[in-house]
C-alpha cells in the first residue's frame, strides 16, 4: 500500500512538472513510458492533443478518450451531495455523469475531511479542470512547494498573498505567499460511489 502510494505521487509529480516546462499535460502513453508501465497493445502516441470546445458539451455529443481520463491518485481535503435527478436514463459514458466533462481534465481521489461542508468527502472522486484562472472563492486543486497537495477554496488575500479556506470547521484557513502557490486546476464536478457488496 505504501509503495502505491509513493508511485501516485511520482505520478502526480511528474504530471506538474511536464506542465510546467511544456505547457500541457503530458499523454497516457508519456506517462506509461516515463515510469515504464506496460502500454496498451496497438497502442501509439500520436502527439495530438483534444482541444476543448471552450463551453458544455452537447447532449449528443460523445466525449471519449481511448485510454480514458487519468485518475492520478489522491489529494487531501474532504460528503458527495446525492443526486437529486429523478430523471432515468442509461449510464454508458463518463458525460452520462459529468455533462461538462472535456477530454483534458482529470480525476483525483479526496483524502481527508477538509472540504466536507462543500460536499466533498474522503473516497469520493472530483473532476479537475487545468488550465485558465479560477474565480475567487472556487475550489481548487493546490500545490504548495515543499507542502504538497491540497483541495481548497481559494481567495486573493493582497499583496501577493493567497488563501486557502477549507470547508469544515475543525480546519482554519491557511496563507501563503503567491510564489509558492500553483493552481493545478479548478474543481467542475465530483462523483461518489459507495460500494455496499464486494
Not at 487545468?130 to 493582497?158: F, M, N, Q
Request: aromatic share 6%; charged share 25%.
Amino acid at each position: 500500500m505504501k509503495q502505491a502510494t509513493e508511485r501516485r505521487r511520482d505520478v502526480a509529480g511528474y504530471i506538474i512538472e511536464f506542465r510546467r516546462l511544456t505547457g500541457r499535460a503530458p499523454s497516457h502513453l508519456e506517462i506509461a513510458r516515463h515510469f515504464g508501465f506496460a502500454e496498451a497493445p496497438g497502442t501509439r502516441d500520436t502527439g495530438r492533443r483534444s482541444k476543448s470546445s471552450g463551453g458544455p458539451l452537447r447532449a449528443r455529443r460523445r466525449t471519449s478518450s481511448p485510454l480514458g481520463w487519468p485518475l492520478i491518485g489522491a489529494i487531501p481535503a474532504g460528503p458527495l451531495s446525492e443526486s437529486q435527478d429523478d430523471d432515468r436514463r442509461n449510464i454508458r459514458n463518463i458525460e452520462d455523469l459529468v455533462h461538462n466533462i472535456r477530454p483534458e481534465d482529470f480525476f483525483l481521489i479526496v483524502d481527508g475531511d477538509s472540504m466536507i461542508d462543500a460536499g466533498l468527502e474522503p473516497g469520493g472522486y472530483v473532476v479537475i479542470r487545468p488550465g485558465g484562472t479560477p474565480a475567487e472563492g472556487d475550489i481548487c486543486a493546490v500545490w504548495i512547494d515543499g507542502e504538497g497537495g491540497t483541495l481548497k477554496r481559494v481567495y486573493s488575500a493582497g499583496d501577493g498573498v493567497v488563501c486557502l479556506v477549507p470547508e469544515n470547521p475543525r480546519y482554519q484557513p491557511q496563507t501563503y505567499p503567491s510564489e509558492r502557490v500553483t493552481i493545478q486546476g479548478v474543481l467542475v464536478a465530483s462523483v461518489n460511489i459507495r460500494q455496499f457488496r464486494p
